[in-house]
């Protein structure tokens, strides 16, 4: 092969590239400075002198189009950007690396607008501050303490209740007809009463005392309790008349926590 054809062949493959690359920006919407035409220009000049042929003519024109589009879009990148003051992101970091510290926290406050401000510390919040952290006990010795007493709930029995005086030695059965008739008098109209302001006393242990009397009104069938799962509410209803199958017929134990704290709420009005 002729030297002369080697290179129009390989005129003819820089020219292709050259049309392909400029096509693919323009499709692809990429940055049209990739196209570097001061070096492609004189590609397509070397070459023009050794084109004959129609075919070639042609493809040395597709060329240039190919190039004056990529300029085209070159002018207007250039454009969008200058209008929108758009700076090129690499231009504003090599600027800001060439200024002193001192000259960008001057433009870092010149530019900052909070929109919210907190507190500043003072003197006064630095001495507290450094107070509770001198004073502050160690971590091992913070952790060995415990969490606090637990308490457990049992069971009691009428002679513990005797010696504790919480119940007196008076006969249980005459306590017992008494808290019924009271119980009845009180439901008279809405024919049930809530549990927490029937056994409610003025001492924490009179009311403990009310309670476990109660507890034997239901037990013997002298009333029976109602209970509002909705509201969380426990009434209880006396009957006429004892009803002595019920002693130890129970289908099933209703437990009620009658402790110190829910005596408390009772009596400042927040039980329901």
């Given at each position: 092969?002729?030297?002369?054809?080697?290179?129009?062949?390989?005129?003819?493959?820089?020219?292709?590239?050259?049309?392909?690359?400029?096509?693919?920006?323009?499709?692809?919407?990429?940055?049209?400075?990739?196209?570097?035409?001061?070096?492609?220009?004189?590609?397509?000049?070397?070459?023009?002198?050794?084109?004959?042929?129609?075919?070639?003519?042609?493809?040395?024109?597709?060329?240039?189009?190919?190039?004056?589009?990529?300029?085209?879009?070159?002018?207007?990148?250039?454009?969008?950007?200058?209008?929108?003051?758009?700076?090129?992101?690499?231009?504003?970091?090599?600027?800001?690396?060439?200024?002193?510290?001192?000259?960008?926290?001057?433009?870092?406050?010149?530019?900052?607008?909070?929109?919210?401000?907190?507190?500043?510390?003072?003197?006064?919040?630095?001495?507290?501050?450094?107070?509770?952290?001198?004073?502050?006990?160690?971590?091992?010795?913070?952790?060995?303490?415990?969490?606090?007493?637990?308490t457990e709930?049992?069971?009691?029995?009428?002679?513990?209740?005797?010696?504790?005086?919480?119940?007196?030695?008076?006969?249980?059965?005459?306590?017992?007809?008494?808290?019924?008739?009271?119980?009845?008098?009180?439901?008279?109209?809405?024919?049930?009463?809530?549990?927490?302001?029937?056994?409610?006393?003025?001492?924490?242990?009179?009311?403990?005392?009310?309670?476990?009397?109660?507890?034997?009104?239901?037990?013997?069938?002298?009333?029976?309790?109602?209970?509002?799962?909705?509201?969380?509410?426990?009434?209880?209803?006396?009957?006429?008349?004892?009803?002595?199958?019920?002693q130890g017929?129970?289908?099933?134990?209703?437990?009620?926590?009658?402790?110190?704290?829910?005596?408390?709420?009772?009596?400042?009005?927040?039980?329901?």
């Open positions: 092969m002729s030297s002369g054809s080697q290179k129009r062949r390989l005129g003819k493959e820089h020219l292709q590239r050259i049309i392909n690359m400029c096509q693919s920006i323009e499709q692809r919407g990429i940055d049209p400075f990739l196209v570097e035409v001061d070096s492609i220009i004189p590609i397509i000049h070397e070459y023009f002198p050794e084109w004959h042929d129609v075919d070639e003519l042609c493809l040395d024109a597709e060329a240039l189009h190919q190039v004056a589009s990529a300029i085209e879009l070159q002018s207007i990148w250039v454009k969008q950007r200058s209008t929108s003051l758009y700076t090129d992101p690499f231009i504003i970091e090599d600027k800001l690396r060439r200024l002193p510290k001192e000259e960008v926290c001057t433009l870092f406050l010149k530019s900052w607008h909070p929109i919210v401000e907190f507190e500043q510390i003072s003197p006064k919040s630095l001495h507290e501050a450094a107070e509770y952290w001198r004073d502050l006990l160690p971590l091992n010795e913070r952790w060995g303490k415990g969490t606090g007493a637990q709930t049992g069971t009691t029995t009428h002679e513990e209740l005797l010696q504790q005086q919480i119940i007196s030695d008076k006969k249980f059965s005459t306590e017992l007809e008494t808290l019924w008739q009271e119980l009845k008098l009180k439901s008279e109209n809405s024919k049930k009463v809530d549990y927490w302001d029937f056994i409610g006393a003025e001492t924490y242990e009179e009311t403990v005392r009310r309670a476990y009397i109660t507890s034997f009104l239901v037990t013997y069938g002298y009333a029976t309790l109602e209970i509002d799962r909705l509201e969380e509410i426990i009434f209880i209803k006396p009957k006429e008349t004892p009803n002595s199958a019920a017929n129970q289908a099933y134990s209703v437990p009620i926590l009658v402790g110190f704290e829910e005596w408390e709420s009772w009596r400042r009005g927040e039980r329901e």
